[in-house]
């Protein structure tokens, strides 16, 4: 019997995101482009994204989040210094927290599942997994 938790899949998507990343600079890589593709983390930031939550979690929310949630600036800051940071400078395949490098999920650094999720993702827009022919 499978149910369906918000928070769950909040944090599958956000696993998959990283799985995704990490793939795609592998491919960029192993094709000798000179594009990078990081994961950019911005923390827990005061936005909209608990519009549409049980009444009690909008009032917990509202009554924590000056003191435990980033403003959308400060949010923003990491992704910012991903694009224009020159320490950022040909540099791919990073977990960025903080406008700083730091490990992800050891999960995330699982090969044999980024390459399913890529193969996967391709066949669910319809297009040909050209990875096959890379490396």
């Not at 980033?70 to 020159?86: F, H, L, N, R």
Request: charged share 20%; proline share 3%.
């Amino acid at each position: 019997r499978c149910s369906y938790s918000p928070h769950g899949a909040y944090a599958q998507s956000k696993l998959a995101l990283v799985l995704f990343t990490y793939r795609l600079q592998h491919l960029l890589t192993a094709n000798g482009s000179h594009v990078t593709a990081n994961v950019v983390d911005p923390g827990v930031v005061n936005t909209e994204l608990y519009k549409h939550v049980f009444w009690v979690v909008k009032v917990a929310k509202w009554m924590t989040a000056w003191l435990f949630f980033k403003t959308p600036e400060e949010g923003a800051s990491t992704t910012i210094y991903a694009a224009v940071s020159p320490e950022m400078e040909g540099a791919g395949g990073c977990y960025l927290y903080n406008e700083e490098r730091t490990k992800s999920a050891d999960v995330a650094y699982d090969e044999e599942l980024q390459r399913r999720l890529w193969t996967e993702s391709c066949k669910m827009v319809g297009i040909s997994d050209e990875s096959s022919r890379v490396l």
